[in-house]
């Protein structure tokens, strides 16, 4: 069992950044891949990064590559995710999610635990 708690969302201006970060409860953080998604008002929950076990690897679809970057300590439990260049079309709440399988990480439907979300809002 795994309970992810985010943090780190509020309002930005377009073209600013901000920093989410994704705390994780349990011994065993280093098993998962971790992902972030999002889910903005009408829309499917869609993928915008996931990572690796070891922190070595990173996915991110076009939408969001060269603007977020994620990373991990598994350490600390923690994965954060990194937003620079944002803009309007980026509102949305942010989850992170945490899965045991690392095939297709962009696939929601393979992540065991999700958190709670925690809302980002780009004004223009």
């Known amino acids: 069992q795994v309970q992810l708690v985010e943090s780190g969302g509020g309002l930005v201006q377009a073209g600013g950044s901000l920093r989410l970060s994704c705390a994780a409860s349990g011994r065993t953080f280093s098993s998962y891949v971790m992902g972030w998604f999002r889910q903005a008002p009408g829309k499917e929950r869609e993928f915008v990064g996931a990572i690796s076990r070891s922190g070595g690897v990173a996915y991110y679809p076009h939408s969001v590559k060269g603007r977020f970057t994620i990373s991990r300590d598994n350490a600390k439990n923690t994965v954060t995710l990194q937003m620079n260049s944002l803009t309007p079309e980026d509102t949305a709440v942010y989850y992170c999610?945490?899965?045991?399988?690392?095939?297709?990480?962009?696939?929601?439907?393979?992540?065991?635990?999700w958190g709670q979300g925690t809302q980002v809002t780009v004004s223009s």
């Open positions: 999610a945490a899965s045991y399988s690392d095939y297709e990480p962009q696939r929601r439907d393979l992540y065991d635990y």
